[in-house]
């Protein structure tokens, strides 16, 4: 198939001299322009490589002649660069989706929003001024599992890329999770594990903190525990109330999911033994 738009080379594996020579060889042999190429060796000497490269091409035959052209181990895929399709799960708080929205409406979120699903339906009202579907997936009278497996013939519609929680209250299953490696992200406040449960912003207050913050990451089956994507704080003080610091750590967290689903769109994130490589 013959391709001639923009795309993504994305490598990863263990180092060994002239990659970069090798891939760049090929794509210079078939016409192909680099126009950014960024790479990283870590400490135990595993290389990535992230090339964004334009030009006509025939899609099958640069994948075999790349694969032929670097040694064993290495993980090569080429992705267009394009919107990702993603669905966003939210419970009943609205900041985290609200940004989403907007960005999305003015063309600044690198994704297409196919579809809103949530346990609730307070946000419902919300998500139609922009057109969007919104899918109410009550959790009540359901056991995990079978919420879980409603919310999976609702995706099964629309076959997402991504999913983004944002601020999505309930936990994944291990199941859930497995069907979407990688492909789920999370937004939440950066005070776990010190705060958890309800109230983390009264607890941060009681105590007498100095910073907040949020954290956006993969989901994995460790609750929270997944590779970080974005992180970002902001200072408060003794003149800030339990409902200021809720005020400015929803802004963070809103900013935060953002920072990082720009960076998981764009292809620019690695996983490498639960941390991110992110070029």
């Not at 075999?64 to 052209?69: A, I, S, V």
């Not at 993980?75 to 660069?81: D, G, Q, T, V, Y």
Request: charged share 25%; aromatic share 8%; net charge neutral.
């Amino acid at each position: 198939m013959s391709t001639e738009t923009r795309h993504i080379l994305l490598m990863d594996g263990p180092d060994s001299t002239g990659l970069i020579h090798r891939v760049t060889g090929v794509l210079a042999h078939y016409n192909l322009n680099i126009i950014r190429n960024d790479e990283y060796v870590s400490p135990d000497r595993q290389f990535f490589m992230r090339t964004e490269f334009e030009g006509n091409y025939d899609s099958s035959v640069l994948s075999d002649n790349l694969q032929q052209t670097l040694p064993p181990g290495i993980n090569l895929r080429i992705n267009p660069k394009k919107k990702k399709n993603i669905i966003v799960f939210v419970t009943k708080e609205h900041h985290c989706l609200a940004e989403l929205l907007i960005r999305y409406a003015f063309n600044e979120l690198d994704a297409d929003i196919l579809a809103v699903v949530s346990n609730y339906n307070t946000l419902q009202p919300l998500v139609s001024k922009f057109g969007i579907p919104f899918h109410y997936v009550t959790h009540e009278h359901k056991t995990r599992e079978e919420h879980e497996e409603a919310i999976t013939r609702t995706l099964s519609i629309y076959e997402p890329e991504y999913i983004v929680l944002a601020k999505y209250m309930r936990v994944l299953t291990p199941t859930f999770v497995k069907k979407f490696p990688n492909r789920i992200v999370n937004i939440h406040h950066s005070f776990l594990p010190a705060f958890m449960g309800a109230n983390p912003y009264r607890q941060a207050y009681e105590r007498g903190v100095k910073i907040i913050g949020a954290t956006a990451h993969f989901v994995n089956n460790d609750l929270d525990e997944g590779p970080i994507i974005a992180q970002n704080i902001k200072e408060v003080d003794h003149r800030h109330t339990a409902a200021d610091m809720s005020t400015e750590g929803k802004d963070v967290e809103k900013i935060v999911l953002s920072q990082a689903l720009k960076l998981v769109f764009n292809d620019r994130v690695f996983i490498h033994q639960n941390r991110t490589i992110i070029l």
